[in-house]
């Protein structure tokens, strides 16, 4: 049995490959399936897709959704997801119109703070995909504002930085259900963004998410400590989640960091696939 990576990100949102680069990349890997999980769009899932039937490899159709919750960050994968669903193309659509609003937002914030940058400079690096923080973050490197893609996000785009401004987002149940009406599996992304304290108040909240129809934790994450890791496996356990992973490849500033492998320690067995196709009809 061989190997997979369940996180990836393409041009469809902030990845630097294409999917048929990353379809054609994770077979040269010697991988046996991937997910394509851009955030908040099914944009690139078609040409992934079709580019696995062509070369003989199997793609799942994933997203990566941002929801609404605090003080943490969470986001919720969905697998196996039917791309013509309509609700999804529906929520999905509104979650781009937020984007659309929002990044001249960024850009007005970003002028007034004396970083002269135009939305053109951002939706040029964005290569035709959705548009995020990180192709600001490209931007102002580009133009010598910052030295680094962490420069970018600690002094103006992460959350409460000066030039951040907040997207629209679904409740992490509003997400689950859509996701699972598009007969996908829904899983909680890496943990340990959630901000957090501890075990109990992880358990807490999956005990709400699985509720809403929960079926999955990530647990295997290039930014997940040994401790966490062990957190999460045995939360799994005791409620029979599936345990995922992937590397959250974006090909861009983690140079270190490589698709299917991560930073060199992952290993995914290709039954995790097996364990969430079981979960989709329940
Ligand atoms: P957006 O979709 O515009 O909200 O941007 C989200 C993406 O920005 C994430 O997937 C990360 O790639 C990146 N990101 C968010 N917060 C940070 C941070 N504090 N440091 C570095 N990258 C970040
Ligand atoms: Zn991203
Ligand atoms: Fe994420
Ligand atoms: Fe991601």
């Known amino acids: 049995m061989g190997y997979i990576d369940l996180h990836l990100h393409t041009t469809a949102s902030d990845g630097v490959k294409t999917p048929s680069e990353m379809v054609r990349y994770a077979k040269f890997k010697g991988l046996q399936a991937i997910s394509i999980t851009d955030h908040d769009t099914i944009g690139g899932l078609e040409e992934g897709l079709e580019e696995g039937k062509k070369i003989g490899f199997e793609v799942i159709p994933g997203i990566e959704i941002s929801a609404e919750h605090s003080p943490g960050s969470m986001h919720l994968l969905g697998y ?27 850009v007005e914030k970003l002028n007034q703070l004396g970083v002269h940058i135009t939305y053109e400079d951002v939706l040029r690096v964005s290569g035709g995909g959705q548009v995020g923080r990180p192709h600001f973050a490209q931007v102002l490197i580009e133009k010598k504002y910052v030295k680094n893609f962490q420069e970018a996000f600690d002094r103006y785009l992460k959350k409460g930085a000066p030039a951040y401004v907040d997207k629209l987002r679904f409740t992490p149940v509003e997400a689950i259900r859509f996701i699972r009406e598009a007969k996908g599996v829904a899983v909680l992304g890496h943990p340990n963004t959630l901000g957090l304290n501890g075990y109990g108040e992880l358990e807490r909240l999956l005990i709400d998410l699985m509720k809403a129809g929960l079926k999955g934790i990530e647990v295997y994450y290039p930014e997940h400590s040994f401790f966490e890791i062990a957190q999460y496996k045995a939360l ?10 992937g590397t959250d490849y974006h090909g861009i500033e983690k140079e270190d960091l490589d698709v299917g492998v991560g930073r060199g320690d992952m290993k995914l067995p290709y039954s995790i696939v097996e364990e969430l196709k079981a979960v989709r009809t329940l």
């Open 80 to 106: 196996f997801i039917e791309i013509d669903d309509s609700l999804l193309n529906e929520r999905l659509r509104y979650l781009q119109k937020a984007r659309e609003e929002r990044n001249p937002k960024m």
């Open 236 to 245: 799994a356990e005791k409620y029979g989640l599936v345990m995922t992973g």
